[in-house]
């Protein structure tokens, strides 16, 4: 009785975390059995009947299923899955932001009908504040920003590449294609700024205070 | 829940590096230095206590290593990491901070005015 009330308690709990690798899941399995043992002899030392001890440690374990998930949401896997899903996100944000500022700048100043956003100023401007707000609340929830400046450089050699090879380089005024340029970095590094505002990690006492 | 248990639940990680700070201990006497620690006004149920270890060694806060016995199978014993150590100061100074927070507001404040 002891044994398989034990036994069928931690089998409930390894169900939920089949998506860790099998040494994981055998780990926290035996570390489990133990401070259950640990507990439940505790307990039968004071008095207690075998039944109730047990029962009485599972108890202070809590639910197996709500174990198991808690125990997965912690683990590396699940940090890991988030590390990558916020790389992911965070750069198609970087990404389509940037190419939005391209289009837009350019548009605006060499008046090109290349997107149809560039040519009305009202919504271009609520284009890029609704950019910059998805930004921010992606921002807080990932804050993870480690490729933007590699993706930024990568991005200005692509645009410079492709601006050679359709022409544009010859076909425009020096003053426009500067122009052009410095406003296309202006508006990268004012995203750069903006992106490290909204994704810093909000401080005073979120550590500390209490959850509920 | 209890308002001692959501202040614990939000605080657990804290008290776990604070115990593991003195030196390494397996889950099951982590618990129980919390409790004597706090002469059992902190009961930490074991459904918060590992979920809260896992976080803590995914942050690298926190490394455990298996320890074999004389006699007995071999234990998981936890230790503190050196970020773990700089983590705990700041927790340990923000906690400091908010209980001085909390501890004006109830109060009134220093500067509050004297009720007419």
Redesign the interface.
Known sequence: MHHSRLEGYLDAVEQQLTRLPGWERE??R???R??LT??TEAREELGWSSEEAVEASLR????PE??GQ??L????V??QERQISGYVGWSLHVLSWNVAVTLITMNALLALPTLELGTSAPTAVLFLLGHAAGGAVLGRKVRNRRFQGVMNVAYLLLLGAGMMLTGLVDAWPATTFLGAWGMVLAGLALSGAAASWTGRPAER?E?????? | MKPMGELLKGNTPTLILAVLAEGPRHGYAIAREIERRSQDALTLGEGSLYPALRALEAEGLVSSTWEVQASGPSRRVYAVSESGRAELAKRTRSWRSFVRAVEEVLTGGEDAPQPA
């Open positions: 780990a926290w035996e570390e489990a133990q401070h640990a507990l202070q374990f809590g639910e709500r174990l808690e125990l949401a912690c683990s590396s699940a940090l006492h550590s500390v205070a209490p959850s509920g």
